[in-house]
């Protein structure tokens, strides 16, 4: 059976979306090479099953694209093998732990300033070597020490980036993170005591993939646009789906005024997402539609060489909600206004008279009931029955009409 699929599956003991996909053969051999702690989570013997965290299919459906992308990254790394990396390489690696720990909790530390210098202490003596640790040496001593306090760090870290690296890399990695966390620590130390002050530590890291352009130059957005969407219909998307995320390809090509695809980075896509957000747009909106889209078209375009890397692949934003322009409900007159103006159809000799009546009477049943729209509209004889002068809906849930 081939479970290789980019839509969101369902078990039958939960309510959760899945993504799920066979592993092909040629990486079930390099699978069993790898440690398995190294094994990304989800990953088994012969398929991969990762919960997509809702029961909500729409957004389910935008978190499956996130997730066959890292997936797609990782298959291409594990097929790739283990590489070496670079020292910028490393310390933009130890750079996202960095600020996944420190900005996470800036702004609630959790523990007191003694709690965190405790934590930088504890790094810093990991680096040092557990005195208590039977070992043959001193040097094996802080191997396992320092395999204990960031091996695993390290390890999700990379599988994160969707990176295989040799052992050599790895540990130099685990250095860099022994190094840098205890100054984050510190940093939430002074946060733990009031003190906001910027952090300047933060700027010795480069981004992951800033050294590298992110777009092949002679391309343009309409093209690659044009031929994801071809080729979208042509593996079965959904006509409705697919024009839906080209009209958001194009929109954000209006935004940039220009269709040069060498001029689009991740900072671009980040920067039209905070501009949508500031304009009222909901968070949810901009990342289950607006990057999802974009991310989507790129990363086909990345595979087909139209670009390098994804610029949308980091694009998200974070903690804010929609901007509340009104109150949820009706006001006074305004409900007042729907009612006359129900009480004042008229039936036409082209409109059927049930369609008359529906316009006359849902509103005001809605206004006695608190039911919706569509739940009067859908309402049949056999739902609601008399009992003792009143109505009730058959489910015995009293309906005040």
């Known amino acids: 059976m081939i479970l290789r699929m980019a839509c969101p599956t369902k078990r039958q003991s939960t ?21 398995k702690e190294r094994r990304p989570r989800g990953w ?21 694209g996130e997730v066959s992308a890292l997936v797609e990254r990782h298959l291409k790394a594990l097929r790739e093998g283990p590489r070496t990396l670079s020292v910028r390489q490393i310390t933009a ?3 996202i732990a960095y600020r996944a720990f420190t900005e996470a909790l800036e702004d609630n530390p959790g ?89 300047t530590y933060v700027s010795r890291f480069p981004l992951m993939n800033e050294s590298k352009p992110a777009i092949r130059s002679g391309k343009t957005l309409t093209g690659l646009v044009n031929a994801w969407h071809k080729d979208a219909l042509a593996r079965g998307v959904r006509p409705r789906d697919a024009k839906r995320w080209m009209a958001v390809v194009l929109r954000f090509k209006e935004w940039l005024r220009q269709d040069d695809l060498s001029r689009v980075a991740s900072e671009t896509v980040q920067r039209w997402g905070d501009e949508r957000s500031a304009g009222g747009i909901a968070a949810k909106t901009i990342n289950d539609t607006d990057f999802a889209a974009l991310r989507a078209v790129f990363g086909w375009g990345r595979k087909r060489g139209w670009l390098i890397s994804n610029p949308a692949a980091e694009a998200r934003i974070e903690g804010r909600a929609k901007k509340v322009t009104r109150e949820k ?11 006359r103006a129900a009480l004042a159809v008229k039936a036409t000799n082209r409109e059927h008279p049930k369609t008359t009546a529906a316009k006359r009477w849902v509103p005001w049943l809605c206004a006695y009931s608190g039911a919706r729209v569509m739940e009067m509209i859908q309402l049949r ?20 009409i």
């Open 111 to 199: 523990l007191t300033v003694e709690g965190w210098l405790n934590v930088a202490e504890a790094n810093e003596a990991a680096k040092r070597g557990n005195p208590l640790l039977i070992a043959k040496s001193s040097k094996e001593r802080r191997e396992i020490s320092m395999e204990q306090r960031f091996g695993g760090l390290a390890d999700a870290t990379l599988l994160r980036e969707g990176i295989i690296t040799d052992d050599d890399s790895r540990w130099k990695l685990i250095e860099a993170l022994s190094r840098d966390l205890r100054e984050g620590a510190k940093k939430l130390a002074r946060n733990a005591d009031g003190d906001f002050t910027p952090d």
């Open 15 to 35: 309510d959760n979306w899945y993504y799920r996909r066979t592993i092909p053969k040629d990486v079930q051999m390099l699978l069993q090479k790898l440690p």
């Open 93 to 95: 690696l130890s750079g």
């Open 329 to 339: 409900f009706f006001l006074a007159d305004e409900y007042g206004a729907i009612l």
């Open 381 to 400: 004889k056999e739902d609601l029955r008399k009992e003792s002068g009143n109505w009730l809906f058959a489910s015995r849930q009293r309906l005040e």
């Open 44 to 64: 088994y013997k012969t398929h991969i099953s990762i919960s997509l965290g809702t029961a909500d299919r729409t957004a389910a459906k935008a978190k499956c």
